[in-house]
C-alpha cells in the first residue's frame, strides 16, 4: 500500500517569496506523483505530474516539483508567491498500472500568502 | 466544456435520512471515484469503478453505496445518514494518468 505525508499543515509566506512545500511518500513499488491545488470553495485542479523521465517537473503557474527517489520525495517549489497562490496544495500518488480512481493523498498543506 | 458535474453543492440531512450525490463527466472516461474530504485528513477514496458495471471498495466504504449503468454517471447513495458522514464529497473521473475532480458537494448531518 502507498501512504503520503505532507510535512507541513501551514505554511505562510510573504508575497513575492520562494516557498517549498514539502511531500514524501511510502511505497513499495514505483509510483505515479501528483500535486494538485484546491482554491476555496473550488474542487482540486493538477498542478504538476511525474510519470517517468526527468526528475524535474513543471506545472502551471510557475510551480515546480523534484521527485527525488532515494529520498522518495516530491516537493513542489514555486521561486516567487503571489497572493493568488492562496490554496490548499495537496500531493498524490498511485501506482502506474491501476488507473486514476485510485488516487492517495497526503493530509494537505494550507498556503497563505502575507502582504 | 462541463468537465466533471456534482449535484446539489450543499445539502442539509437529518440522521437516518438517505439521499443520492450525483455526479455526471461527459468526457467519456473509464474510471470514476468518490472521495470525502476531512479537515486534517486530506482525501480518502469511498467507492470506484473503471467502467460500467464495475464498481469497488476504496479505504472507507461504509455507509455508502455505488452503482455504474453508464460510463457518464456515478451516483453515490448514503442509505441511512449518520452525523461522521459530514463532510465535503469529491467526484472524479479520469484517463490512465490524469484525474479531473468536480466541484465538490458540502454535506451536513444533523
Known sequence: AQSVTQLDSQVPVFEEAPVELRCNYSSSVSVYLFWYVQYPNQGLQLLLKYLSGSTLVKGINGFEAEFNKSQTSFHLRKPSVHISDTAEYFCAVRRPLQGAQKLVFGQGTRLTINP | ?110
Request: contains cysteine; neutral net charge; glycine residues 10%.
Open chain 2, 1 to 110: 466544456n462541463a468537465g466533471v458535474t456534482q449535484t446539489p453543492k450543499f445539502q442539509v440531512l437529518k440522521t437516518g435520512q438517505s439521499m443520492t450525490l450525483q455526479c455526471a463527466q461527459d468526457m467519456n472516461h473509464e474510471y470514476m471515484s468518490w472521495y470525502r474530504q476531512d479537515p486534517g485528513m486530506g482525501l480518502r477514496l469511498i467507492h470506484y469503478s473503471v467502467g460500467a458495471g464495475i464498481t469497488d471498495q476504496g479505504e472507507v466504504p461504509n455507509g455508502y453505496n455505488v452503482s455504474r449503468s453508464t460510463t457518464e454517471d456515478f451516483p453515490l447513495r448514503l442509505l441511512s445518514a449518520a452525523p461522521s458522514q459530514t463532510s465535503v464529497y469529491f467526484c472524479a473521473s479520469g484517463l490512465n494518468t490524469e484525474a479531473f475532480f468536480g466541484q465538490g458537494t458540502r454535506l451536513t448531518v444533523v
